[in-house]
């Protein structure tokens, strides 16, 4: 058993360079797609990535907020799955707040140039792997 969930996981995530979220097709499959890290965490409840509002991803969250997250390190082989909601971020001053000018190579219209999206992930229970056991926890 993880004697402290909030350290072990977070230190596990911040060291990733690369995050998988998951989303629910209109016929009820999973999508899952490679994204960079996310932009912002807040312990292991809250994420925020950015994307393009025309994607795919983004419709579906629109149509079905039901979203898992999962961060894998591949040099101890251990992993965690974060089941819960994504919400669709179109407030201008959580933009402005998580804007970087380096994503100008992502966004050519620059922060509102009317593509650059957030997405903000909220976790309600994980499921933890490491060493051939997986640990099942809320998150409070």
């Known amino acids: 058993m993880m004697r402290n969930?909030?350290?072990?996981?977070?230190?596990?995530?911040?060291?990733?360079?690369?995050?998988?979220?998951?989303?629910?097709?209109?016929?009820?499959?999973?999508?899952?797609?490679a994204m960079l890290p996310p932009v912002k965490r807040e312990g292991i409840k809250i994420f925020y990535w950015h994307t393009n509002s025309p994607s795919m991803k983004v419709k579906q969250y629109r149509s079905n907020s039901k979203a898992c997250i999962y961060f894998y390190d591949k040099r101890f082989?251990?992993?965690?799955?974060?089941?819960?909601?994504?919400?669709?971020?179109?407030?201008?001053?959580?933009?402005?707040?998580?804007?970087?000018?380096?994503f100008k190579i992502y966004y050519k219209g620059g922060m509102n140039g009317g593509d650059f999206i957030v997405l903000k992930f909220?976790?309600?229970?994980?499921?933890?792997?490491?060493?051939?056991?997986?640990?099942?926890?809320?998150?409070?």
């Open 5 to 33: 969930p909030q350290e072990t996981i977070g230190n596990l995530i911040d060291k990733q360079g690369v995050s998988f979220i998951s989303s629910v097709d209109e016929n009820g499959f999973p999508n899952t797609k």
């Open 77 to 102: 082989f251990r992993g965690v799955m974060l089941k819960g909601t994504m919400e669709i971020i179109e407030d201008k001053k959580i933009k402005k707040e998580l804007w970087k000018d380096d």
């Open 122 to 140: 909220t976790a309600e229970i994980g499921r933890y792997y490491s060493n051939f056991n997986s640990e099942n926890f809320k998150i409070e």
